[in-house]
């Protein structure tokens, strides 16, 4: 029975999200709910990996995020849509299922090569410095997009809903919500995968001890551009799905409090803890839903909750745990890597 | 340009890189001591403007509740700055006991410490939208502004006031850095953190001192900020804060002296960048990208040294 959990989580989720969304049970705001934790969920576990995993300091999370929602948004609405920019659609709005997941890929893409940037200076020196210029990139990247006039500059670019509603006429479903399930699974595999791998143990390695890594034949500076850029690619693919969520995009929303509001959800979980990141994305859309009607009393709640999480809880909910850690019961379902490496040597547990 | 537009551009700069440097001091001398960016600085500097305002009104006698006599002019300007250094210790202060000590004395990681400043942050800029409302507010004429007009050079006497009493300003810091029996322990401390209290230096003492030395230099910026630029938005902590953060680490973070410097440099950078034909929207994109181009060839910053790392 064992590893049978993970099947069984991942169609509880769709049988909890998607088959209800689908038929019908949820209404609009449910499902942006649904979508939007799946897009935060994404977010977390990606800057987990480099602030987490890697213990480096990136503060620009939404800088890329938003590079993945520019491109992504303006290629769909090139493609696929009738819009007051770019004219006639390119190819025919039936191709919109097949086009969608393509373009967020290469908005994933283009987060990674923007990343690229950010990746070759800083990786010179260890410490504060990627924190430093991952600021910088906060501000260039808004301050670049309100100044390219024929995107609508800080005004801000819409027409993806259109993108949307093509898809649904083809086969009327909740399809970003689809994607963005499709895209976080993915994520949360590729991630879990990653740090498992021979080269992956090498980012733990790094985060502990960066010098003892490179005397034991890591490769620190590859790794770290590596993981640098898997991370701020994730973002993108993330920011894509955020601008089709929300159908209107401006510069001002991928900016400090967006980045922010990530590494948020990153320390909340802990550092180098991918269930947490996963619950505490959860968690924290959900409360700030809930805080919602405070108004904007909301972010002083925020940060006055975090800070005394901080001071009780200073190494986040889970530490670097994961949830089969703090309880487990759950080893049963979800084993760990070690684990399945002693079953294989025959060692009980 | 001719050479009276090039010397009013030279003042502004000096004007700018004045508040720049005064706030840029505060980050830098607390990363100096404990290697933290501290990201509610900007905040504090906000601090002061709003408190500054709400001082020089009430000395100025502009509530129903005032002192029953009246202040000579010449002191108001003084007594604002007095107050709103006290308000904005008090705030400092306050951070550092309630988060960064806890934080430190449980052993936290150096990150965690990061983002609960960041949330402190956050925290006094939602507080202050909450509680005054997103209505810009007017800074009082803490003393009456003159304008000389020296061979096409407009010069008013708040952009004097504000170079001269910076340099003072930094001056005095200088003076207690590098001088002084506290600025020595203080220079100790960002030596060598384990070795400053077994010579019997107060650790704790000494940082409270910093943050109240980085709080003072933040209330004499917002209460002169406030002068020259009277409208005060509550997120202005958020855009000039950020923007000294910067100038610290141009000059190489944890260095006064590259502090300073860094705070003029960008002053001048950002002022040339409006006076020439590029639309002043690239202000940003510009500064920032310079930020990136001299930490790419010098990742120290200017006046930076490079710690090193034992093994």
Redesign the interface.
């Known amino acids: 029975m064992k590893g049978t959990g993970i099947r069984m989580l991942i169609g509880g989720v769709v049988a909890l999200t998607v088959v209800p969304a689908w038929i019908g049970l949820y209404n609009n705001y449910v499902q942006f709910l649904i979508t939007l934790i799946g897009i935060n969920v994404i977010l977390a576990a990606s800057l987990n990996l480099i602030n987490g995993y890697m213990g480096e300091f990136s503060v620009g999370h939404a800088a890329f995020m938003g590079v993945g929602a520019y491109t992504c948004s303006l290629l769909t609405v090139w493609l696929l849509t009738q819009d007051a920019v770019f004219g006639a659609p390119v190819l025919a709005p039936a191709l919109s299922l097949v086009i969608f997941p393509a373009t967020l890929v290469i908005g994933g893409v283009a987060a990674a090569v923007f990343s690229l940037l950010v990746a070759v200076p800083s990786f010179r020196t260890r410490g504060d410095y990627l924190a430093i210029i991952t600021l910088a990139v906060n501000f260039i990247f808004k301050s670049m997009v309100e100044n390219i006039g024929s995107i609508g500059g800080p005004r801000g670019f819409m027409g993806m809903g259109s993108v949307i509603s093509a898809m649904n006429r083809i086969l009327p479903a909740p399809w970003l919500m689809i994607w963005t399930l499709l895209a976080s699974i993915l994520t949360l595999y590729v991630i879990h995968n990653f740090v498992n791998s021979t080269l992956g143990k090498g980012v733990v390695a790094i985060r502990d001890d960066e010098i003892a890594a490179e005397v034991m034949t890591v490769d620190t500076r590859r790794l770290k551009m590596i993981v640098f850029l898997l991370g701020c690619g994730l973002a993108g693919v993330a920011g894509g799905l955020h601008a089709h969520l929300l159908g209107f995009i401006n510069p001002a929303s991928y900016f400090i409090l967006q980045s922010v509001m990530v590494l948020v959800m990153v320390y909340l979980g802990g550092m180098g803890s991918l269930s947490g990141s996963v619950v505490s994305a959860i968690g924290f859309t959900l409360l700030l839903e809930f805080l919602r009607p405070m108004g904007v009393v909301r972010w002083v709640a925020i940060p006055l909750l975090l800070i005394l999480l901080m001071l009780f809880r200073p190494t986040g909910l889970m530490g670097d745990r994961e949830l089969p850690d703090v309880f487990p019961r759950l080893r049963r379902y979800f084993p760990s890597p070690e684990d399945t490496l002693m079953e294989e040597a025959g060692v009980e547990a | 340009m001719g050479w009276e537009t090039f010397l009013q551009h030279v003042l502004n700069g000096m004007q700018l890189g004045s508040f720049l440097a005064l706030i840029a001091v505060g980050y830098t001398m607390v990363y100096g001591v404990l290697l933290l960016?501290n990201f509610a600085h900007g905040d504090v500097f906000m601090v002061g403007a709003y408190g500054g305002m709400f001082i020089g009104l009430f000395l100025l006698g502009a509530y129903d509740m005032h002192l029953p006599f009246g202040l000579p002019a010449w002191t108001i300007l003084p007594l604002t700055i007095l107050l709103t250094m006290v308000v904005t210790s008090a705030v400092g202060v306050t951070i550092e006991r309630?988060?960064y000590r806890?934080?430190r004395r449980?052993g936290?990681?150096r990150?965690?410490l990061?983002?609960?400043a960041?949330?402190?942050g956050?925290?006094l800029?939602?507080?202050n939208?909450?509680v005054l409302g997103a209505r810009d507010r007017q800074f009082p004429d803490l003393f009456a502004k003159r304008t000389f007009d020296l061979g096409g050079v407009s010069v008013t006497n708040v952009r004097i006031l504000v170079i001269v009493i910076s340099f003072v300003a930094m001056g005095l810091v200088g003076y207690l850095v590098q001088r002084t029996r506290w600025g020595m322990a203080m220079r100790a401390i960002s030596y060598d953190r384990l070795a400053a209290p077994l010579m019997g230096i107060s650790v704790d003492r000494v940082i409270v001192g910093t943050f109240v030395v980085g709080a003072c230099l933040a209330a004499l910026a917002g209460v002169m900020y406030g002068t020259a630029f009277p409208i005060l938005r509550y997120d202005m902590g958020?855009l000039v804060g950020?923007q000294a953060?910067?100038a610290a680490?141009l000059g190489g973070?944890g260095s006064i002296r590259g502090a300073v410097v860094g705070g003029y440099l960008l002053g001048f950078i950002q002022v040339l960048v409006v006076a020439s034909p590029l639309?002043s929207?690239?202000?940003?994109?510009i500064?920032?990208?310079i930020?990136?181009a001299i930490?790419?060839l010098r990742?120290?910053g200017l006046f930076g040294v490079?710690?090193r790392?034992k093994?």
Do not use: C, G, Q
Request: hydrophobic share 65%; proline share 6%; aromatic share 12%.
């Open positions: 960016i309630v988060a806890p934080l449980k936290a990681n990150l965690y990061v983002i609960t960041l949330m402190f956050l925290l800029e939602h507080a939208l909450a958020l950020w953060f910067i680490v973070i639309p929207t690239f202000r940003d994109l500064t920032f990208s930020l990136m930490l790419v990742p120290t490079a710690r790392t093994v």
